[in-house]
Every structure is written in structure tokens, then in C-alpha cells.
Nanobody, 125 residues
Framework: VQLQASGGGLVQPGGSLSLSCAVSGLQSDNYIIGWFRQAPGKEREAVSC????????YNGDSVKGRFTISRDDAKDTIYLQMNNLKPEDTAVYYC???WGTGIRNLHLAELYDYWGQGTQVTVSS
């Protein structure tokens, strides 16, 4: 399984960005895909996650109402639409994949076995 994250950049507060995670090597829909982020000096935290098998999603409290995770099966790509960005959203964003179905706690990083390289998101005026 390979993941390729892209779409990061510099944006002003209140702006929007869309991140893409191109996924290859999945043998079925029995996977979970998650967007995580890590700011300097902080632990990696789950942002938005999706279960490919049943479409359930998770959004972290700090991004609810602002970030949306979605999928395009034809392109084997998972997107993270980020609106109303804040300086505290500044971090390296990673996408990860883990095998499993019926998983409740999509936000747990230990469930993800495969990671792509990160993409930097900087929110600053």
C-alpha cells in the first residue's frame, strides 16, 4: 500500500485548501484512511478519517464544521477540504491507511500501518 499526499501550502487565516491523498495497492474496501497532522513540538493528532467499507467518518473536535473528508473511487484518492483555516491548523499533514472493518475508533494512529510523506500547511497572514 502506498499513499501520496499533496496540496499543502501557505494560506491566510480564513482561507481554504484542499489536500489530496492518492492511494494505491488496496486489495479491497476493508481499509480505513485517515488524515493526521503534527505541529512542531506536538504529538500527531487525527484530523479526519473515513472507513472505506461503510463510509463512516471521524472529524476531530478542533476541525468539526470546517474540514471535510471525501473520496473519489475512480481516482483512488481521498480528499481533505479545509475551510476557514486558522493559524493553529499549521502543521505537516499526513495520510495513513489501515486494514479493518467495523472499526469504531478511526482516530487512533496505531490502527494505521501505512503512511505517506507529509505535506506542509501553513496558515499565516
Amino acid at each position: 500500500v502506498q499513499l501520496q499526499a499533496s496540496g499543502g501550502g501557505l494560506v491566510q487565516p480564513g482561507g481554504s485548501l484542499s489536500l489530496s491523498c492518492a492511494v494505491s495497492g488496496l486489495q479491497s474496501d476493508n481499509y480505513i484512511i485517515g488524515w493526521f497532522r503534527q505541529a512542531p513540538g506536538k504529538e500527531r493528532e487525527a484530523v479526519s478519517c473515513i472507513s472505506l467499507n461503510d463510509g463512516r467518518t471521524y472529524n476531530g473536535d478542533s476541525v468539526k464544521g470546517r474540514f471535510t473528508i471525501s473520496r473519489d473511487d475512480a481516482k483512488d484518492t481521498i480528499y481533505l477540504q479545509m475551510n476557514n483555516l486558522k493559524p493553529e491548523d499549521t502543521a505537516v499533514y499526513y495520510c495513513g491507511a489501515g486494514w479493518g472493518t467495523g472499526i469504531r475508533n478511526l482516530h487512533l494512529a496505531e490502527l494505521y500501518d501505512y503512511w505517506g510523506q507529509g505535506t506542509q500547511v501553513t496558515v499565516s497572514s
